[in-house]
């Protein structure tokens, strides 16, 4: 299982981004996937992620700025990011937690880090 992140860049505060992920591979079913973030210095924290339910978790930071959506069909999610903050700076990971066709035990899979820099 891959997962493709995409989306990241430089903002002035107050802008949006959207960051977007797409899993791929022998995906039988994918259990939650989202957004976790690192800014230098820190642990990496969840953002956002949606379950298969179709249930949505925010970190408090970021309720009401950010906005996690997905196309099931696309096994894509994306997360469109408003008002940001300078404290929202940090590198993104696309997180998910996945059942393949091969073994249907849950396998937590990472995508690669994309900057999101926000800054006058």
């Known amino acids: 299982v891959q997962l493709q992140a995409s989306g990241g860049g430089l903002v002035q505060p107050g802008g949006s981004l959207r960051l977007s992920c797409a899993a791929s591979?022998?995906?039988?079913?994918?259990?939650?996937i989202g957004w976790y973030r690192q800014a230098p210095g820190e642990q990496r924290k969840l953002v956002a992620h949606i379950r298969s339910s179709g249930t949505t978790n925010y970190a408090d930071s970021v309720k009401g700025r950010f906005t996690l959506s997905r196309d099931n069909a696309k096994n894509t999610v994306y997360l469109l990011m408003n008002s940001l903050k300078p404290e929202d700076t940090a590198v993104y990971y696309c997180?998910?937690?996945?059942?393949?066709?091969?073994?249907?035990?849950?396998?937590?899979?990472w995508g690669q880090g994309t900057l999101v820099t926000v800054s006058s």
């Open positions: 591979g022998s995906i039988f079913r994918i259990v939650t």
């Open positions: 997180n998910a937690v996945v059942g393949t066709t091969e073994d249907p035990r849950l396998v937590e899979y």
